[in-house]
Each structure stands twice: as C-alpha cells, then as structure tokens.
C-alpha cells in the first residue's frame, strides 16, 4: 500500500483537529481538549523549539565553512540582506495600499470599541508596556541586543535566535579564516552534529499530522469559550479587517513570490508550491517561522534545488529577520486602527510606516504573537492610539497562523533567489528588481 504523502497527512490532521474541535464546542467538553488533546500540541511546539538553536547553529557553521573564502560569504550576505529588504518594503506597501482601499476600520461602531477595549485591556496594556520598553532604549538598542554578553544564556532561548546567528556567523567565519589543518577535525564534527540535527527532525515530523491535529482542534475550543456563537460573532464583525489582510497575504503568496521565483529562479510555479506546501501547513498550524525552519529547510533543499550551503546561510537568517507577511499585517493593522478612531493619516506618516514596520519585522521574534508587540511601535511611531490594538486582538491568532505561511515562503522563495545568482555569477542582486 502506497503511503500517504506528509503533506497530506498534516492536511487531513488539520480537517479532523477543526472536525473534533466543533464536535467538543458543540458537546459542552472544552475542557477535555485542555486536559487532554491541547498537552499534545504543546509537546509537538516544544519538540520543534528543542531542536530550534542547534538547527540554526550547526546549519550556518556547517555552511559558512562550506564555503571557500570569506569574499565568497560577504557575497551570499549582501544579496540575501538586500532582497530580504526588498520584499519586507513591498509586503508592507502592499498593506498600506489595500487597507487604503477597503477602508475596514470604518465600519467599526462606539459601543463595539469599547467593548473590545474592556475586554482586552489588561493584554493592551501589557503590550503596549512591552513595546514601550524596546523603544525606551534608543534606536541603536537592537544592534546592541544583537551581541550577546553570553551566548550560553542565547543558546536557552529561542527569542534570541539573532544573537545565536551572530555567534554562528562569527564562528564559521572565524574558522574560514584560519584554514588550517586543525580545523578540519571541527569542521567534520559540526558537519556530523548537522546530519544528527536533520535525523531529529525527520523524526519528530513523522508526529506532526498528530500534532497539527491537537493545535487546532485546541484553538477551536480557546477561541469560542462557553459561547459557540461568540467566535463566529467576533469574527463576523472583524470579517473585513481580516479578510483585508488574508487577501494581502494571499496576493504575495500566489502572485508576488511566484512571479519572482519564475522570473529570476526560472522555477515553474506549480512545482514551486508543490516542493514548499508542507512547510507551508506547518507554518499555518505552528505561527512560528523559527518552529517551521527544520520542515522549510527539508523542502528547499530535496524539493526545490537549493544546494545546504546556500540554505544553511539564507533560510536561518531569514527564519529571524524576513518577517514579510508581518510587516504587511502590521501596515493595515495600522491604518485599520487609525480608520477606528477617526483619524486620517497622512502620506508622511504612512511613509513611515513603511520604514518602521520594515525595521521593527528585523528584531520581531519568529514565535507565535510576537508581531503584535512590534506593532506597537509602528502605532505609536505613526502618532495612532496604542489602546486601538485591543480592537485587533480577538483574530491575531488566525491571522498570525496565515502571516506565518507568507513569512516561511518568503524565506523559501530568497533562497531560491540567492543560489541562482550564486550559479550565474553575472546576475546581481541589484538586477533582482524586487
């Protein structure tokens, strides 16, 4: 009997999780999936984060001194900073464009506001706290926070991925650069911690439809509460909000990365979303593009034609600072919240959303819900209420699931990028006009 594909199997754990899930909502036993089907998707999260910082660590060691020189790396660097720039600016343009258009926030009445505000105003508050802490300490703080003082302390927390790829990039680099006869037992042995880290995570995906099952069916349950109605009812108001966002994020999944893979990459498009489509439900079920990273990488490099190397380097990296499916969220987020309070922006200050949302996406964490804390900076950058965040609370986490799949193929989709200009040296990355 020929066995199912992964793909498919996490699809159909997805279709039973939401299946259960409304059977559960329907039968009053919410918490049966606390006690006992939630604990597993929390076990299958913490078993892709376990191997998170040691994927990331020996995967870019193992790359950098793949290569041959360090001209070699400063090459591969630029390209990948410049086309990850690129995209991040166009998502979060796009953003600004279609919530300019639809103009969701104004269907938002006063007695809703305030509802939402009651009801989300302890969360808000801690938010807004948290983000008012990152922008109290200076606009240098995240090239500070960047260099560890400890990079053992880095290494228990995935939220300080950055730090772990500044050590790995100075590490392999450092080894580069003594090309001696005494490196090469090192090198062998991270070349054998890698192959020992992937197995792991063959591993552990062989549970993933399991786990994907446990994290929706969980969420379902979360969201509605005691009330069926009230999930449909709170989604129904912030139907155009999000339906605003989904259809951003749908455009950069189906047209922009496609265009660019076919144009650049000279990759077909169906096979380009049949090689990335795992990767892609796992971001969905996971919110967490550093959680997917292990899958992303399987995919670009058996399925896409992406040599180790060039994913070693690009996909780690951009698993932290390529947010593009965060940075368009955060652009109609907004103006979503500036339409709600009756305030105009003006192209000035839209401009800078642009800027800041760009540079917020870079020190965002690649965990679920950490762009709603970004998102209070590009708020109060651009003069707009940060109390309005409550209004957008209620679907994030959908949302976040949907920004995520935008944020894992991006990352796919620069990789590929980058090691077809490693293959024809005559193509620069100024001349991928993204």
Not at 217 to 225: H, K, T
Not at 315 to 342: E, H, K, R, W
Request: hydrophobic content about 50%; proline content about 4%.
């Amino acid at each position: 009997m020929k066995k199912i594909a992964i793909h498919w199997q996490i699809i159909i754990g997805m279709v039973l999780g939401i299946v259960v899930g409304l059977i559960l909502i329907s039968a009053g036993w919410g918490q049966f999936s606390n006690d006992w089907i939630k604990p597993f998707g929390k076990i299958f999260i913490n078993s892709l984060k376990l191997i998170a910082v040691p994927l990331v660590l020996f995967s870019l060691v193992k790359g950098i001194t793949s290569l041959t020189d360090v001209s070699q790396l400063s090459s591969m660097g630029g390209k990948t900073v410049l086309i990850y720039v690129s995209t991040t600016v166009v998502a979060v343009s796009l953003g600004l464009l279609l919530v300019n258009i639809t103009n969701p926030g104004k269907g938002f009445t006063e007695e809703t506001r305030k509802e939402f505000s009651e009801n989300y105003a302890s969360d808000t508050e801690s938010r807004a706290g948290s983000a008012k802490a990152v922008q109290g300490q200076g606009p240098l703080q995240p090239l500070v926070d960047v260099v560890t003082d400890n990079i053992f302390v880095s290494f228990a927390d995935n939220a300080k991925m950055l730090q772990v790829i500044f050590f790995a990039i100075l590490f392999g680099v450092a080894m580069v650069m003594v090309n001696s006869p005494v490196v090469e037992p090192i090198k062998r042995a991270f070349d054998g911690l890698n192959e020992i880290v992937i197995q792991m995570v063959n591993i552990i995906m062989l549970f993933a439809p399991f786990g994907v099952f446990a994290l929706l069916c969980s969420l379902l349950v979360d969201i509605a509460g005691d009330n069926p109605d009230r999930a449909v009812e709170l989604l129904g108001v912030l139907a155009q909000y999000s339906l605003t966002v989904v259809f951003g994020l749908g455009l950069m999944i189906f047209g922009f990365y496609p265009m660019l893979v076919q144009l650049f990459a000279k990759f077909k498009y169906k096979d380009f979303f049949s090689g990335i489509f795992p990767a892609q439900m796992m971001a969905f079920s996971t919110s967490s593009s550093a959680a997917t990273l292990p899958v992303t990488m399987e995919r670009v490099e058996k399925h896409l034609g992406v040599s180790n190397e060039t994913a070693s380097f690009v996909l780690p990296l951009g698993a932290t600072v390529n947010m593009d499916g965060t940075s368009l969220y955060q652009g109609v987020a907004a103006v979503f919240i500036a339409q709600a309070y009756g305030l105009d922006l003006t192209i000035g200050q839209q401009l800078g959303i642009v800027v800041t949302a760009t540079l917020a996406s870079i020190g965002s964490a690649a965990v679920p819900g950490a762009g709603i804390v970004m998102l209070v900076i590009v708020l109060e950058q651009a003069k707009i209420p940060v109390e309005g965040i409550a209004l957008i609370l209620a679907p994030d986490r959908i949302l976040d699931m949907c920004r995520t799949v935008v944020n894992v193929t991006g990352d796919a989709t620069v990789c590929m990028l980058v090691e077809k200009t490693k293959k024809k040296p005559d193509v620069t990355a100024e001349s991928v006009n993204v």
